[in-house]
């Protein structure tokens, strides 16, 4: 039997070859694939209105008031909660394509937080802010690249 090159193939799982001979291990590695952001919600039907309606998500499932939804490849879940303070701590970034097309559509509803309008960040970024119908502040940026 040949023996492979002496190499290293990345991957979920990788073999480490030196000098010609089998593999001496194999390791697991563990990488990290994508976040969920867990918002709170002080109203269940109102949040899921608000998402669905307003901007676009699916809704998928309500556990006693924890809601999940989706759009694209974005998931997002929401927490009951009674403390109408927290919302106002909380929130989360979502990186999108075509960031100018989606303000057009969010910008018109009067979900742009005042402080939150359409522009470029010195981190490359362009991007604005929503605040969804509990208080919680929701960034959607998109990369411009290196240029």
Known sequence: MKRPPNKVVTGFFFK????NKLPLRTQTISMLKSAVPILASLNE???IKFYTEKLGFTFHSSWEGYLILSKDKVQLHL???TD???PKATGCYINVTGIDELYAKYEPLGIVHPNGKLEEKPW???QFSILDNNGNIIHFGED???D
Do not use: A, T
Request: net charge negative; proline share 11%; glycine share 6%.
């Open 16 to 19: 480490v070859y030196l000098n």
């Open 45 to 47: 039907q109102e949040s």
């Open 79 to 81: 927490w009951p909660c």
């Open 84 to 86: 109408p303070e927290i």
């Open 124 to 126: 490359r970024m362009k």
């Open 144 to 146: 411009m690249g290196d």
